[in-house]
């Protein structure tokens, strides 16, 4: 994904959760690459960077219109900023008992929202344009999907909140893993990537 800034030796990059060492190669000994948080205003003048790479932390923010807009201040008109999420909306799953696989996903997507599809009006609000966009479906079993997602977490929850039994979750749960066991689980989640340069 590197590429898609169009780094080169001596370049400037802001990251917040990029590819640090792979930023170090592509902008070598003269180049700089800073990490950063985007939780509050950036402490940096504008035309600071040349490029900027955000990966997975506009989810949980307040304002991730906000920061990216902090962005674009401080990266030069033309640099690119890059920004990839999860589309938490679109997370899927196969399974029998649709209500209830529906009623877990929906706790999931309320709490992690569905940043990921609204990459490209961001980055346009932001102040960039010639925005391009990419999204890749990643195709999981159980246990990773579980990891990523939460799902057991999100069973527990939806069970303490009453928007199920804890036996349709105990079953709903036993169907995933013998589907999962039996070769036949389905779950996936798109990953979106968004990249814009700075207008002057």
Not at 111 to 120: A, S
Not at 160 to 166: D, I, P, V, Y
Request: aromatic share 6%.
């Amino acid at each position: 994904m590197i590429e898609l800034l169009a780094l080169q030796p001596g370049h400037r990059v802001l990251h917040s959760g990029g590819d640090e060492a792979g930023l170090y190669a592509a902008v070598g000994a003269d180049g700089t690459v800073t990490a950063t948080a985007l939780d509050a205003a950036l402490p940096y003048n504008a035309n600071s960077f040349d490029a900027a790479w955000v990966q997975e932390r506009l989810v949980g923010l307040e304002d991730p219109a906000g920061a990216l807009a902090e962005l674009a201040w401080v990266v030069r008109a033309g640099g690119r900023i890059l920004v990839c999420e999860l589309d938490w909306a679109s997370l899927a799953l196969a399974s029998e008992d649709r209500a209830t696989t529906a009623i877990v996903l929906g706790e999931i997507a309320a709490g992690r929202g569905d940043t990921g599809r609204h990459l490209p009006r961001l980055l346009a609000a932001a102040g960039c344009h010639r925005i391009r966009t990419s999204a890749e479906t990643l195709v999981l079993d159980l246990a990773v999907l579980d990891e990523v997602a939460g799902l057991a977490i999100a069973r527990d929850h939806c069970v303490r909140a009453r928007k199920l039994s804890a036996e349709t979750a105990k079953a709903w749960w036993e169907g995933l893993q013998e589907l999962d066991r039996d070769g036949g689980f389905y779950g996936a989640l798109t990953f979106v990537r968004a990249v814009g340069e700075v207008m002057g």
